[in-house]
């Protein structure tokens, strides 16, 4: 399995990022609103400051004219200076909520930096080969996965705070001016709709760094390629309808809310009755239906003057541009929760060679796609637990039948063996028997005689396939090998037996037993492998008159004293005869041939 670099864990920036996003959402909008409303309040101040100069007017004792002059001249100078410094209630009130706002930000943030730092102090041990304390891995492993709704609670507990101070100074409190209620109304709904996106922004970030980036750096295999029970379900159409909803729905909304913003009811305009030049510029061609319908004082109807309209096009083009941007995180995150499991799970299924855990999917989510990596996971370890189980029956199959024999037939497996299949070779057979193995196998018992035979065979068939060749069969206390075109492989390993005969019996005498002696035969002759039997039973055999030969040669040995005797076609078959210490024996006329062979010991093995 392929292991990824340890990550970094990023914290700080997405809170950074979310509060950015956040201001360039709100404050925008407000500094439009600004432009907007600033008419209006100097409006409403000028009429509440000639309003109060009348009634201090009316209210004091006769003047003369002089002093009329100075009072009007005074109190013009003070509504002046009035109207470029007096500071209303509800401005206090907003400037207050304003700073509230960004020392719970600011609070936030350093929260929200306390309750990340154990994960943060976790990536950087494990980026630098530091050891990893238990306390700091069991607390990333329990609350790794809450991070994302953690965090984007803290940031939400902030907004939520400085959002409930803003309700109760908006709607609990009288304002001396309607459109400063209007403006910190809009203010507080603006930022209750940007507060909503920034904390969703903190989850999908999180959630999506989690789920694709830490995660397999924290859990063990049992949790990662696990599913566990988990009552809330995610569903793809359920993200798939938020991804929409967001795409759309938050353009829309900037749209909308600038429309709404930027025009001015025809009942608002200046005079009682609209010049000719006015319906003209307000309603175009469309003068006689208004005319028909007499609508030109309607309330329902409205329009966008200049200033109103180039405000809404830079505030729109400011809305989307930083929609986009927020868009852009989003659908990203949307795409690689479907894309990066599907993935996985096809490069896992493309994957050879590799160990049972190499070959799982990661549950990264619990919806459709997650339940799909479990099945995956479920099909996979079912897959391996059946190889396992076949190359445990194949490894105990080629015990009874060798894999050589079957490389011989030209099968793969021994599933491809069928009755009859058979096949000549020129090959070397090597008969080893245990000499007076009756009258041993008298004095133990049935359970004794196996153990003697298993802790015998143990010594010698290591030998045999260290030197390139197969048993065929054993026969009772007799071995039948096989070895291919070296005749040198089946002398070599005949040599070495009887060396290791001396370590056996070395361990039969620790034993208390008498030792035991072996004759070997060898010759080389064309045989047929094959497979015999019926459709019930079926053997693989070996049948040629070389074998027969070879067994024969294995019973001369008792007659000429000598451990190991070899056809003279072996011996020809040697490409250096001066490598072994061999002797000439006789020119002998076995049972089942009717030509003599000559027959020669071999002794030991000379080194150059």
Known sequence: MITKAIPKFYGFRIYLTAITIFVLLVFPISMIMLFKYGPYWLEEREALSKTQFQFDISAADPLTEAQTDTINFDSAEANAQS??????PEDLRFQKTISLLFRMLLASMLLGFVWNYPFKRYFSYRRKNKIVSDQLLSFCRKWLLKVPIINSFILGFAFFVTLAYMGF?????????????????????????????????VYFWFRHRVRFIYLEHVYDSVSLYTTTENKYRDHIIRRLWINSIMTTLLPLVI?????????????????????????????????????QAN??????????????????????????????????????????????????????????????????????????IGELANGYNEMAMRITGNISALKEITEANQRFVPEEFLQILGKKSITDVALGDQVQK??????????????????????????????????????????????????????????GDKAE???????????????????????????????????????????????????????????????????????????????????????????????YLDEVKVKGRTGAVKVYAITEKIKT
């Open 83 to 88: 109207k470029d410094f007096t500071i209303e």
């Open 169 to 201: 100074e908006v709607f609990g409190n009288d304002f001396t001016s309607s459109s400063s209620r209007q403006f910190y109304e809009q203010f507080f709904f603006i930022s209750f709709f940007a507060s909503f996106l920034t904390a969703l922004f």
């Open 255 to 291: 749209v909308v809310f600038y429309l709404s913003l930027s025009k001015t009811a025809i009942r608002e305009a200046n005079s009682d009755k609209l010049s000719p030049e006015h319906i003209e510029v307000l309603f175009g061609k469309y003068v006689p239906f208004i005319e």
């Open 295 to 368: 609508l030109f004082q309607s309330e329902h109807l409205f329009y966008v003057n200049a200033i109103d309209s180039l405000l809404m096009f830079v505030g729109i083009f400011s809305g989307i541009t930083i929609s986009i941007v927020y868009l852009f995180f989003f659908v990203n995150w949307t795409h690689n929760s479907i894309v990066i499991p599907l993935k996985e799970v096809v490069e896992k299924m493309r994957q050879q060679g590799e160990d049972e855990l190499g070959r799982l999917a990661i549950l990264r989510t619990n919806d459709e």
């Open 426 to 483: 020129h090959m070397t057979i090597l008969f080893v028997d245990i000499r007076s193995f009756t009258t041993i196998s008298e004095k133990l018992s049935p359970k004794e005689n196996f153990d003697f035979l298993n802790d015998y065979l143990g010594y010698m068939e290591p030998v045999i396939r260290a030197h390139n060749g197969f048993i065929d069969k054993f026969i009772g206390d007799s071995i039948m090998a096989l070895f």
């Open 489 to 583: 492989d089946a002398i070599d390993a005949a040599l070495e037996m009887h060396e290791r005969l001396k370590e056996f019996n070395l361990m039969l005498k620790q034993v208390g037993r008498p030792p035991i002696d072996t004759g070997a035969g060898i010759h080389t002759g064309n045989l047929m492998l094959g497979v015999v039997g019926g459709e019930g039973r079926m053997e693989t055999t070996v049948i040629s008159d070389s074998v027969n030969l070879a067994s024969r040669l294995e019973g001369l040995t008792r007659n000429y004293d000598a451990f190991l005797i070899v056809s003279e076609s072996t011996l020809e078959l040697v490409g250096n005869k001066n490598c072994y210490a061999h002797k």
